[in-house]
């Protein structure tokens, strides 16, 4: 009797602990939305949150609804530490403080008014009926912070920590700036302070910094680099190859951000699977016959393809760049090859390294390269698989299309210009330049 009344009680207190850790799970998705709208002298902040994410704070229920009745002073807490003390405003880099608690009120999942500023402010001022009922579960929590600010005019920048309120976590922005419009963001993780109408510095700098990380994280971007390297080995004769990569890039970047890309959802399949197909050519001419002199032009032309691959991961940073969009494509552009002429002094010396180690040079090459090309063959097949599942359809030739058409014309046109430019003309002038000298020298 004694033992069974131990292990009723273990029992009962491994149940306890169970129901208090459900109590406090963590959500698995948590969208919150906020509209910043200046007037004046003063900053609004309208913020929708779920209550459910908020599990740490004690809710006063009836049966599974919330008891609007008794939650005023849960309501006011979870406003203010739970929202506000994640929600950092500043104007022209100033933390703004104090904050005003406007309005607080729950709403049921059903109510659809944060689609426009207007109407979730207007909702939020609303009082609430005691008696409503809404299931605790799926309530959602809506607030109206007020800061005092010296002009409307001002630079505004607001730094959010909601990531981790769930496992996955959304921050729908909207700012509404004194000039009128409006500018959307999509916040995921904890970017820091994000200026909602930016400086052009400031989104030079951002853009910099992530075009930077992105080569250097970009794996199939570096696979492509040393296939470019292999058959040099030296800065010198690489300034062309690297060159026309960058150039083509740039231009398929920049195309692609001024929505001068297809929009059919096959086609960033297409382009990775292109990526893939890029590195398992370098890789197999390599191995084959390095045709070096040429190398600038291949260079080029799948430039142009790694370009896209660049633009779709800038999709989503492109938000921060507020009215610099070409400022801050220009950076990442910066970016890239900082990130790429790093890679390219640190691989050259640690290839020619390699190299005098092993007296097989060709084997070496060719080993190195037969690796290369197994990656990309496998990631060849993989994303082939991926566009495979996607259905091809033909563009609608209509007057948009030939628009279009007409811009990558001249696009193409100025590049050949460029192009014929700098390798004819100028490559002449250099090889004339050399006969001469070798003439002069001979006399």
């Not at 309530?139 to 005019?153: C, G, K, T, W």
Request: charged share 20%; proline share 5%.
């Amino acid at each position: 009797m004694k033992y069974t009344s131990i292990r009723l009680a273990i029992v009962t207190a491994c149940l306890a602990g169970a129901i208090v850790v459900s109590a406090h799970e963590i959500p698995s998705d948590v969208r919150v939305q906020i509209f910043v709208a200046p007037h004046a002298d003063r900053l609004r902040v309208v913020v929708r949150a779920p209550i459910a994410a908020m599990n740490e704070l004690d809710w006063p229920t009836s049966g599974v609804a919330l008891d609007v009745a008794r939650a005023e002073a849960v309501l006011r807490q979870a406003a203010t530490e739970w929202i506000g003390g994640r929600i950092d405003v500043y104007e022209d880099d100033r933390r703004l403080e104090p904050r005003l608690l406007v309005a607080v009120r729950p709403s049921p999942p059903s109510d659809t008014s944060f689609d426009g500023y207007d109407r979730a402010t207007t909702h939020a001022m609303e009082p609430i009926a005691p008696d409503t009922g809404i299931p605790l579960s799926q309530a959602l929590l809506d607030v109206v912070f007020e800061y005092r600010i010296q002009s409307d005019r001002s630079r505004f920048g607001i730094a959010t920590r909601f990531d981790k309120a769930g496992v996955r976590s959304l921050t729908v922005l909207r700012f509404l700036p004194a000039a009128g419009g409006e500018r959307a963001f999509a916040i995921h993780d904890e970017p820091g302070v994000v200026p909602l109408d930016p400086r052009w510095s400031q989104a030079a700098w951002r853009f910099v910094g992530g075009g930077f990380f992105h080569i250097l994280d970009g794996i199939d971007h570096l696979l492509f680099l040393l296939c470019l390297v292999i058959p040099f080995r030296r800065i010198a004769p690489l300034v062309p190859v690297v060159t026309a990569f960058t150039v083509a890039h740039s231009i398929t970047l920049i195309a692609s951000a001024y929505d001068m890309a297809p929009g059919a959802l096959w086609f960033p399949p297409l382009v990775e699977l292109l990526i893939a197909v890029s590195i398992v050519y370098m890789a197999l001419e390599n191995i084959v016959s390095p045709q070096v002199r040429r190398r600038w032009m291949m260079a080029f032309g799948f430039g142009l393809v790694h370009g896209f691959g660049f633009s779709f991961a800038l999709r989503e940073e492109l938000q921060f760049a507020g009215e610099h969009l070409l400022t801050s494509l220009l950076s990442f552009n910066l970016g890239v090859e900082a990130g790429q002429l790093l890679v390219l002094v640190a691989a050259v010396p640690a290839l020619n390294l390699l190299f005098r180690s092993i007296a097989a040079e060709r084997a070496l090459a060719i080993v190195i390269s037969a690796l290369v090309a197994h990656t990309g063959w496998h990631w060849m097949l993989d994303r082939g698989a991926l566009l495979s599942r996607y259905r091809f359809e033909w563009p609608v030739f209509d007057a948009a299309f030939f628009a279009l058409s007409i811009r990558w014309l001249m696009l193409a046109v100025g590049v050949a210009g460029a192009a014929w430019l700098v390798f004819g003309v100028l490559g002449r002038r250099r090889q004339v330049h050399g006969i001469t000298e070798a003439t002069e020298e001979t006399v």
